[in-house]
């Protein structure tokens, strides 16, 4: 067995007495169904080596990791333009905050708060239905991970336009400062699709690829951007990725990331390797708990950071 895969499983191992830890996500009904006691892992390197282990082939619902995803595609339409909508900083704030947007006039501070997503979903809805929007974002993800099987699951997110209120508020208060181009429902229905998509550890890791490799992916040898633009993602990543959270995880982690709600973090070591990890147990910020300390151990035991050797 390989070092690395045997880093893995020790990690899965290790973790095993906290699994459950942390509060499910419930403000989303579907969410709050998924059992806690369940870790993912899966490491993908950039010279073709996949580790996995624990729960890295079930599905779960990517929800803000999404993000990551639509603005790579919003930066390939608009280009630098986007950031006239949307800015650069780190919010402090919660994903779902809306007070920073009346100060600033509309103009979310990042693109992964939920406001700066919504922009950028309205970016990417430009010319198009709802429904072809969501369609471009589902064939990107698939195009990312080489994978044509991965899909949208309708139950959340149904569940979530039932109940998505906050998002409805940030997006007409939005619209309010002529901010979004389309109606606040047409642009949360491209928002709460992407947010849907149910992917495992194994096909995130593996669609985060391009970040860990300058700009394309080696496995697929498919360019995705440039390398500038990649080290750009990376670098709102480490800034914004975890929300109010993000520096205690830089502090802790040292790669750039991505949560979701659903417990999922996309973590990019440069020039090594895009890793996922997964288990629905939330802290106050609504990172994953363990799927926190998970990639703390990995770090640890592999000494990536890109904060030095
Ligand atoms: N769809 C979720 C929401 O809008 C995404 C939040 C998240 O993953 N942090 O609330």
Known sequence: MSELQELVEGIRRDLESHLGEGKVADYIPELAKVDPRQLGIAVATIDGGFHTAGDADTPFSIQS????????????????????????????????????????????????????????????LAGHQPREAIGEIVHFVRFLAGDDSIAIDHEVAKSETETGYRNLALANFMRSFGRLDHPAEHVLGVYFHHCALAMSCRQLARAGLYLAAGGSNPVLGSRVVSRERARRINALMLMCGHYDGSGDFAYR??????????????????????IAVWSPGLDQHGNSLVGTAALELLAQRTGWSVFGP
């Open 253 to 274: 982690v040292g790669l750039p990331g991505k949560s979701g709600v659903g417990g999922g973090i996309l973590a990019v070591a440069p020039g090594k390797a895009s």
């Open 65 to 124: 990791i999404s993000k990551v995803f639509t603005l790579t595609l919003a930066l390939g339409k608009a280009g630098d333009a986007l950031w006239t909508r949307v800015g650069r900083e780190p919010s402090g704030t919660a994903f779902n905050s809306i007070v920073q947007l009346e100060y600033e006039k509309g103009r979310p501070r990042n693109p992964f708060i939920n406001a700066g997503a919504i922009a950028v979903a309205d970016l990417i």
